[in-house]
Nanobody, 123 residues
C-alpha cells in the first residue's frame, strides 16, 4: 500500500477551474496505476479518471468529465494531478485519490485511498 494525501479542493463558481494534487509516499508509486474517484452526497463513489503507471500512460475518463478533466502524473515527484476545467455544479463531490495494485487500472483493484478533498461548484 501507499499513503495518499490530496490537496487543491475548494469552493468555486461554475465555469471555473481547479487542480487537485495527490502526493504519494513509498517507492511503489511509479509502478502503480492511479485514479481519481468522487462521491456526491447520497451517491456511490465513482471513478472519474485513471492513468496507468507511466507518465505518458493510457488514460480513462468518465463520460461526464471527458473534454473537461485531465489526469496526469509526475513519477519523479510521486504525485498525480486532476486538472478540472469548465466546472459544473454537478461536479460537486468529495474527490478521492486512489492507487491501484497493478500497473494498469484494468488489471487490478484499488488498494489505497486518500482521505478525500471537497470540491464545491456554485451556480
Amino acid at each position: 500500500q501507499v499513503q495518499l494525501v490530496e490537496s487543491g479542493g475548494g469552493l468555486v463558481q461554475a465555469g471555473d477551474s481547479l487542480r487537485l494534487s495527490c502526493a504519494a509516499s513509498g517507492r511503489t508509486f511509479s509502478s502503480r496505476a492511479m485514479g481519481w474517484f468522487r462521491q456526491a452526497p447520497g451517491k456511490e463513489r465513482v471513478l472519474v479518471a485513471a492513468i496507468s503507471w507511466s507518465t505518458g500512460g493510457t488514460r480513462s475518463y468518465a463520460d461526464s468529465v471527458k473534454g473537461r478533466f485531465t489526469i496526469s502524473r509526475d513519477n519523479a515527484k510521486n504525485t498525480v494531478y486532476l486538472q478540472m476545467n469548465s466546472l459544473k455544479p454537478e461536479d460537486t463531490a468529495v474527490y478521492y485519490c486512489a492507487a491501484y495494485s497493478e500497473r494498469y487500472y484494468g488489471s487490478g483493484g484499488v488498494d489505497s485511498w486518500g482521505q478525500g478533498t471537497q470540491v464545491t461548484v456554485s451556480s
